[in-house]
């Protein structure tokens, strides 16, 4: 990794071949050339989409299936933020279930500069394919540009909301006391 820019990893279901993985299936399908194996534990281990079967079980168009985003850190292996979303088939064609991951690693969290991982979701940063190859280049860091979730707009849905001050008081209390209780929801 360059001291400007994000390694790069991408996770999805793959054909035999397509992965960087033996055989075919969930994988790594790629990654820029500095991802070292603690930086793709850390993408596989904390920072994947997970389709939830409920909504499978309805049917939703592929359209209407939540974005995810996730941010972890972890000592060793720095920082990750990654998008992921719901595609429909797997690689073959035959079962739903199908998923794609992008995630941006960093063992320098200042390259994040001033935007908050989560004003990262729905970022046009994010791919919602595979890349045509094993490896993808890394992320020029100051590319990084912030979805919708700009402090206004965050500012803007508490003031409108009537649950405002429970859903406050609980984040308060995190923010009093990092090592204790966590917000588990959200009203």
């Given at each position: 990794m360059t ?165 406050l008081a609980?984040?308060?209390t995190v ?13």
């Amino acid at each position: 990794m360059t001291a400007e820019a994000f390694d790069r990893l991408l996770y999805t279901d793959c054909l035999p071949g397509t992965g960087r993985g033996a055989g075919g299936g969930f994988q790594v399908q790629a990654q820029s050339p500095g991802v070292d194996s603690g930086q793709a534990k850390l993408a596989v281990g904390s920072l994947l989409y997970e389709v939830q079967v409920p909504w499978l079980n309805q049917r939703l168009p592929i359209g209407e299936f939540p974005l995810g985003l996730a941010h972890a850190h972890a000592h060793d292996e720095g920082y990750g933020t990654g998008q992921g979303r719901y595609i429909g088939k797997e690689a073959a064609g035959g079962r739903d279930g199908n998923h794609v991951t992008d995630c941006l690693l960093t063992r320098d969290g200042d390259l994040y500069g001033a935007i908050r991982p989560a004003q990262l979701w729905r970022s046009p940063l994010w791919r919602d394919q595979p890349w045509p190859d094993k490896e993808c280049p890394p992320f020029d860091a100051a590319g990084l540009e912030a979805g919708p979730l700009t402090a206004d707009a965050v500012a803007d849905w508490a003031r409108a909301r009537p649950e405002r001050g429970p859903v406050l008081a609980r984040l308060l209390t995190v923010l009093e006391d990092p090592g204790g209780r966590r917000v588990a929801g959200s009203s």
